[in-house]
């Protein structure tokens, strides 16, 4: 592609209308909770950027995030996202390997430096000098401050780039961290999940290329539009918690008839995040209507809070006092639970 | 084994449509009169991000009917659009090519977006049969 090429006057030579632009801004506009208006607008936005240079930076990680945003299905409308950057690093990805790799990426950075967007999965290993991952001969610490120097905003995918994440877990042997946790002086968005749902990612890095800019964030740096909420919030198996019709064990009475799992252990009502309305595997299911508690994947330091199948009341709450009390009380201490996960948020977080 | 055999009951929704549809009929008349005063061009509610339980979802279809036009799309998957019994109030549903429902949203408009050709296409097609006569 020509250097002055607009990305709509590329796409148009691949055979790609300005309706597939209309139908992926709309199906964007949908899971962001955008007005619906937003649509034409935001595409007429896309098609005239030009291509965005991604440089995507792997440290302490599973692969996992990779996995989630590339999916192993038929193509859909949101894949459409890898005709509109340029992925010009990525280690899993790249046909490059050793020195052209690393060559690659330090090109890109001089081609477009102060432009390019930086996507990091994995934590960041501080102990010791860093020395436990290390790629190339320099440790992570050294190349993500390195490419962030030159970058317009990162976006960290996963619990592990977001908050330390799986490496983090007590006794955190490598003393990892996460991304925002070092980078200080440029716009830094959290996409946690282990791993994030890949409408997530795609609408994020979509919304930076119409907008220029990282949409708004809560107090730990995620994306309002889809963080905005806890699980519990949008659950469809809310009102039978609000009822007390909870299931008690994994194949009791309750868990046939699909009754709330809160007292297995779901952690939706302290957990922000968007499985309940986007859901997974092409909008099939999430885990709780898969009959399995959440494990609060998108919360900071979730490794440790204790059995990802002790109620809530039991964990964070004191006893399970709190949970006959739901049980019989319903609404009133369903919205009291609403209330107080967002009060004790950050105690949680921290794992006390 | 599939899903259907899991023995999971879900709760059963509540009977009949909630009072969602007529408040989506509200707000239809009201952009379709700011679109008939000429306040406004285009306007578009967003459906799929609604909680419209199925009987809402079919008392809206019931209350806005079919009108005379209907299309289909390929553009990256399917879309569908049609023009509802109301003038001027266009239904439209856009799939991904796996067939999943991607969007779907009223559009208030004499002609939708999705069936009119964008002018940078246009343009790209005089170049692109420009060539073709060339070569002949």
Known sequence: MKKADTLGDELRRQGISRRTFLKFCAAMATSMALPASMAPVMADALAATRRQSVIWL????????????????????????????SLDYHHTLQAAAGRAAEDARDQAMQENWGKYLVIVDGSIPLKDG???????????????????????????????????????????PTGAVGVDEIIKDKPVINLPGCPPIPEVMTGTIASFLTFGRLPEMDRLGRPVAFFGDTIHDRCYRRPLYE????ARGFDDEGARKGWCLYALGCK????????????????????????????????????????????????????????????????????????????????????? | MSLDDIPIQIAPPQ?????????????????????????????????????????????????????????????????????????????????????????????????????????????????????????E
């Open chain 2, 15 to 135: 009977e009949g449509p909630s009072e969602m549809p007529k408040a989506l009929l509200h707000e239809v008349w009201e952009l379709l009169q700011a679109v008939c005063a000429g306040r406004s061009v285009r306007e578009r509610i967003d459906l799929h991000g609604l909680p419209l339980s199925p009987a809402d979802y079919q008392q809206l279809q019931q209350l806005l009917g079919r009108g005379e036009v209907s299309a289909l799309i390929e553009a990256s998957g399917r879309s569908e659009v049609f023009e509802t019994a109301v003038a001027g109030v266009w239904w439209l549903r856009d799939f991904g090519a796996d067939e999943r429902l991607v969007a779907e949203y009223l559009e208030i408009t004499a002609l939708p977006l999705m069936l009119m050709t964008h002018h940078d296409d246009l343009c790209a097609a005089v170049a692109l049969l420009q060539q073709q006569l060339s070569a």
């Open chain 1, 268 to 352: 939706g009502p302290i957990t922000y995040n968007a499985c309940a309305t986007i859901k997974w595997n092409q909008g099939q299911s999430f885990p709780i209507q898969s009959g399995h508690g959440c494990l609060g994947c998108s919360e900071p330091r979730f490794w440790d809070k204790d059995s990802f199948y002790k109620p809530l009341s039991a964990t964070h709450w004191g006893n399970a006092a709190g949970l006959a009390a739901a049980a019989a009380a319903g609404a009133a201490v369903g919205a009291g639970v609403a209330v107080l996960s967002r009060r004790h948020q950050d105690t949680i977080a921290k794992g006390e």
């Open chain 1, 130 to 172: 860093g020395i436990y991952s290390t790629i190339d001969g320099h440790t992570n610490l050294e190349t993500l401050e390195t490419v962030a120097a030159g970058a317009a905003a990162l976006i960290s995918v996963g619990t592990c780039a977001a908050y330390g994440g799986l490496p983090m877990a007590r006794p955190n």
């Open chain 1, 58 to 85: 792997s440290f302490q990680e599973c692969t996992g995030c990779t996995e989630s945003i590339l999916r192993s299905y038929a193509p859909s409308i949101e894949s459409l996202i890898f005709d509109f950057i």
């Open chain 1, 243 to 246: 009822r007390g019709k909870f």
